[in-house]
């Protein structure tokens, strides 16, 4: 198994562009799709990237992912940011064996 | 769209068992992998299990191999998770969730694990 490391918190104001990276531990970040969710507070996990770069119906186009072989991550970008993009992000990912791997969660706080 | 509704969640003592169940809407139910996935009080997403479209093929995370069971009922929509030899560690929501190409998530449904 693998794991996928994000940082523990991002902080941006309004208006501005944010990354969060999630770094793959072992294989190739290639190797499977990586899909992205957005938790605000008290609120069930939504979709907003899956299929590494694919929006789902209604997550507007300031959401964008990516992925880099060279440093093994992949990466949501938020851009124009609003107060209500504040929430928690995770990647997810699957290995070999068809179990799925979350990253840890990254904090957004748009100050 | 797509509901998905769980339930069956509560408090129970350590060593019992729980039933939780999910009872799917606006998509054809049978052709979707679905999963359950839990999240502990103040912590991050953990997969619990998956099973396939037709229930041919079930996959659990270490953590609960052996003492939840995924199952699911095509003719009535509905997916549910076994949970036996229940211990303070499992307290978490657990969600239901469509597979695919853009998991769909349900609200939730909490279990405590208490004495």
């Known amino acids: 198994n693998f794991m996928l490391t994000q940082p523990h918190s991002v902080s941006e104001s309004p208006g501005k562009t944010v990354t969060i990276s999630c770094t793959r531990s072992?294989?190739?970040?290639?190797?499977?799709?990586v899909q992205w969710y957005q938790q605000r507070p008290g609120s069930a996990p939504t979709t907003v990237i899956y299929d590494d770069n694919r929006r789902p119906s209604g997550v507007p186009d300031r959401f964008s992912g990516s992925i880099d072989s060279s440093s093994n991550s992949a990466s949501l970008t938020i851009s124009g940011l609003k107060t209500e993009d504040e929430a928690d992000y995770y990647c997810?990912?699957?290995?070999?064996?068809?179990?799925?791997?979350f990253g840890g969660g990254t904090k957004l706080t748009v100050l | 769209q797509v509901q998905l509704v769980e339930s069956g969640g509560g408090v129970v003592q350590p060593g019992r068992s729980l039933r939780l169940s999910c009872v799917a809407s606006?998509?054809?139910?049978?052709?979707?992998?679905m999963h359950w996935v839990r999240q502990a009080p103040g912590k991050g997403l953990e997969w619990v299990a998956v099973i396939w479209n037709d229930g041919s093929n079930k996959v659990y995370a270490e953590s609960v191999k052996g003492r939840f069971t995924i199952s699911r009922d095509n003719s009535k929509n509905t997916l549910s998770l076994q949970m036996s030899s229940l211990r303070v560690d499992d307290t978490a929501v657990y969600y239901c969730v469509r597979g695919g190409s853009g998991w769909s998530w349900g609200q939730g449904t909490l279990v405590t694990v208490s004495s």
């Open positions: 606006g998509f054809t139910f049978s052709r979707y992998v």
């Open positions: 072992s294989g190739s970040i290639a190797s499977n799709y």
């Open positions: 997810q990912s699957y290995d070999s064996i068809n179990l799925v791997v």
